[in-house]
């Protein structure tokens, strides 16, 4: 359906180490992004520039276990200002996934000069998503803004015309365990 479907393409800041399916103990192992994963995924990249309206999944990942230190952290920026640069040439919308590391999306994206982002799934403060609203990006909010007051201040913090229904609806609406008694709740 490629009036209504269209692709992006881009280089998780989280990957599972020994390729796609790889489960151990019943879950997957996952790692932090190297470049060397980047350098693999650039050539279909760019072989499709022109048929993308976004890059992404792209961004960054600070959870401890995924990302362990502050070279993991460097990588991951290098891994982002890659394909932030790529989305700037080729005037692609950016979709960023950003755990653990709201404003430091928003701090690398602002310095590079990016117009267009949509930050998926946003977990950081109130004032760092004011602020990307104010450069123009994009904010969905994960569906446990019904549940969280966080993410309620949150969304009571950014103007209606920035928020967008949420990519990973309704995965990211599923109760946590503490909460099995509760209906699953998720926004269409």
């Known amino acids: 359906h490629p009036s209504f479907i269209q692709p992006c393409l881009g280089v998780h800041p989280v990957q599972q180490a020994g390729g796609p399916g790889l489960l151990v103990g019943g879950e997957s192992r996952n790692r932090c992004v190297q470049l060397d994963d980047l350098e693999k995924a650039m050539p279909a990249i760019e072989a499709a520039a022109d048929r993308l309206i976004g890059v992404g999944e792209v ?14 952290r460097e990588t991951q920026k290098a891994v982002l200002r890659r394909q932030a640069e790529f989305a700037l040439r080729h005037d692609l919308t950016l979709n960023v996934h950003s755990r653990s590391a709201g404003h430091h999306c928003i701090e690398l994206l602002h310095s590079l000069g990016v117009r267009r982002a949509h930050l998926h799934a946003f977990n950081g403060r109130p004032h760092y998503a004011v602020t990307g609203a104010q450069l123009g990006y994009y ?30 609806s309704p995965v990211l609406g599923r109760p946590s365990t503490r909460e099995t008694s509760r209906p699953m709740l998720g926004l269409c």
């Open 59 to 72: 961004g960054l990942d600070f959870t401890p276990r995924w990302c362990p230190d502050e070279a993991a």
């Open 139 to 168: 904010f969905s909010i994960p569906p446990e803004v019904v549940r969280d007051s966080g993410k309620q201040r949150l969304v009571a913090a950014l103007p209606l015309d920035r928020l967008l229904l949420e990519t990973d």
